[in-house]
């Protein structure tokens, strides 16, 4: 089973409120990531996860909060985004060392309004 | 210059063609190489993943590295309408997968 699970599927949210995305993995991976996807072009990494630890934050802004709080679930936390961050979330897992080719789930598509 | 780059197309093929989606990179500590596949408004799947130089084969799709030129193809044969979507290629740099643009196929029948 090569599968990572996103929720929700679709989001709209205004730039006051507060919402979370969720990724589940359950292929044993270690290292968990978030993307993000604008539309007609490749997801831009914005945080790694190894071993539940934040490895890499690729300067993104705080109004992304990712959390890693078990080996199988990812969440991002949003607060206070700008319409320019409407895009497609995608949630990412792999192995670590060795063949660690990286698993998508089908993405989060938020629209802030 | 980008890192890797990918001709975005679009590229339209009859059913049957054989397609060559194609990327060259510029970094040559890149050893591992993947190409994804994108239907739109869909997550990446992953299509092939190879090491080095070299060919791999999977069904209908042809993956060659040449590490070299600083190259790598993906073959499909037989095409499908079923195969229209984005190719992404995407290598790995340490934890991080650095994607080429995409090129969106389309395949009418």
């Known amino acids: 089973d090569t599968e990572v699970t996103q929720t929700p599927k679709h989001l709209v949210m205004g730039m006051t409120n507060k919402k979370s995305l969720k990724c589940e993995q359950h292929m044993g991976h270690r290292a968990m990531y978030w993307y993000k996807q604008k539309a007609k072009k490749p997801p831009e990494l914005m945080f790694v996860y190894s071993y539940e630890k934040l490895s890499i934050n690729e300067s993104v802004p705080s109004r992304f909060s990712p959390e890693c709080p078990n080996s199988s679930l990812l969440n991002l936390h949003l607060h206070a985004l700008q319409p320019e961050d409407s895009a497609l979330y995608l949630c990412?897992?792999?192995?670590?060392?060795?063949?660690?080719?990286?698993?998508f789930g089908p993405g989060t598509r938020l629209t802030v309004l | 210059q980008k890192e890797v780059e990918q001709d975005p197309g679009p590229l339209s093929v009859p059913e049957g063609a054989i397609v060559s989606l194609n990327c060259t990179y510029s970094?040559?500590?890149?050893?591992?190489f993947m190409w994804y596949r994108q239907y739109s408004r869909k997550g990446p799947e992953l299509l092939m993943y190879t090491y080095s130089s070299g060919n791999k084969e999977d069904g209908r799709f042809t993956a060659q590295v040449d590490k070299s030129s600083k190259y790598i193809s993906l073959f499909i044969r037989d095409s499908q309408p079923s195969d229209s979507a984005t190719y992404l290629c995407?290598?790995?740099?340490?934890?991080?997968?650095?994607f080429g643009t995409g090129t969106r196929l389309q395949v009418f029948p």
């Open positions: 990412a897992s792999s192995q670590r060392g060795g063949r660690n080719e990286q698993f």
């Open positions: 995407a290598m790995r740099d340490t934890d991080k997968l650095i």
């Open positions: 970094n040559s500590a890149f050893q591992y």
